[in-house]
């Protein structure tokens, strides 16, 4: 199994403050993916990284940065955290075309 | 845009009962398709993962295929058990031109399945 964790695995911050999640992946994947999860509206891709230093935005990327200097490494980060970005953060990774893709343990964010 | 789509949004069924869950996708151009089972609260877990060339797979109890051409998937539960009760997410695996053609997985909403004794 691929081995990705998350952290922190639960998060409670203030609005207004800079807040970072980390994924780490322990088999030199290319792909990595950032996602939310909420009630209502499923899992949505905020960035996706397809190599180191390269990201691309996913459909609600607003108000959310990545960087990705190491291939096991994939950052999140929220500049000035909003009530609107309480979620469930998943990471991913895709392994190999047969085997689909592997999603960390997520992390539950809120801010208040 | 790929849109994936998953009818019913719930189910209620009694233990025992062989159960299908469906997924349309509008965009056939998908590399594969990977069911996945969450547990409230918890992570997502992966199924079942069918290849854009396969028209079904197997695992145990469950049975999912694929119908690359018309857009739909289903995933087949037979014999019910009260453990199978969980939110079951369908999701494709494909390149859009304008992300510079990388592959992405698109997730429906999930059908959330409650099967009782």
């Known amino acids: 199994d691929a081995g990705i964790t998350q952290s922190p695995r639960h998060k409670v911050t203030e609005t207004g403050t800079p807040v970072t999640l980390r994924c780490h992946q322990t088999?030199?994947?290319?792909?990595m993916y950032w996602y939310r999860q909420d009630p209502g509206h499923g899992l949505r891709l905020i960035h996706y990284s397809y190599g180191v230093k390269d990201t691309d935005k996913g459909e609600v990327s607003d108000g959310y940065s990545v960087s990705r200097s190491k291939t096991e490494d994939f950052l999140l980060t929220l500049e000035s955290a909003t009530s609107s970005q309480t979620s469930v953060y998943f990471c991913a990774i895709r392994t190999r075309d047969r085997e689909g893709y592997t999603f960390g343990s997520g992390t539950r964010l809120t801010v208040v | 845009k790929q849109e994936v789509t998953q009818i019913p949004a719930a189910l209620s069924v009694p233990e025992g009962e062989n159960l299908v869950l469906n997924c349309s996708f509008t965009?056939?151009?998908?590399?594969?398709l990977q069911w996945f089972r969450q547990d409230p609260g918890k992570g997502l877990t992966s199924l079942l993962l069918?290849?854009?060339?396969?028209r079904e797979q197997t695992s145990g109890r469950l049975n999912a295929s694929l119908d690359k051409s018309s857009g739909r998937s289903t995933l087949y539960i037979a014999a019910s058990q009260p453990g199978d009760s969980a939110t079951y997410l369908c999701?494709?695996?494909?390149?859009?031109?304008?992300?510079?053609?990388?592959?992405?997985?698109?997730f429906g909403a999930g059908t959330r399945l409650a099967v009782h004794p």
């Open positions: 999701a494709v695996d494909g390149k859009e031109l304008f992300s510079g053609g990388y592959n992405k997985l698109i």
């Open positions: 965009d056939s151009a998908i590399y594969n």
């Open positions: 069918i290849q854009s060339s396969q």
């Open positions: 088999e030199n994947h290319r792909y």
